[in-house]
């Protein structure tokens, strides 16, 4: 049983910022590495920001470069993606997600989504 609970999500004006939480159920959080996409209505998933096992290894999207932070909390078992300077196409709902190799095959598990809103 694997479960990612999101938060964190709301609406903000062009240039604030937000902070994004993603609480992993079980004991084996630790061990995988994390990933922040996000989503808007008829366009594809984009991956945002991913993150080592121990965090050490950090990734982002070259939209988000400079702006957005991921980091972890293995003993709290969370993932964060702090979100500055934000923009008006930033608005999307933004999933955490895992990749875990499980019966042959790499398997995806994925929070519920928090809806982030930027707009005047």
């Known amino acids: 049983q694997v479960q990612l609970v999101e938060s964190g999500g709301g609406l903000v004006q062009p240039g604030g910022s937000l902070r994004l939480s993603c609480a992993a159920s079980?004991?084996?959080?630790?061990?995988?590495?994390m990933n922040w996409y996000r989503q808007t209505p008829g366009k594809e998933r984009e991956l945002v920001a991913t993150?080592?096992?121990?965090?050490?290894?950090?990734n982002y999207a070259g939209s988000v470069k400079g702006r957005f932070t991921i980091s972890r909390d293995n003993a709290k078992s969370t993932v964060y993606l702090q979100m500055n300077s934000l923009k008006p196409e930033d608005t999307a709902v933004y999933y955490c997600?895992?990749?875990?190799?499980?019966?042959?095959?790499?398997?995806?598990?994925w929070g519920q989504g928090t809806q982030v809103t930027v707009s005047s």
């Open positions: 079980g004991s084996i959080f630790s061990i995988y590495a």
């Open positions: 997600n895992t990749k875990i190799y499980s019966n042959w095959s790499w398997n995806d598990y």
């Open positions: 993150i080592s096992r121990t965090g050490g290894s950090t």
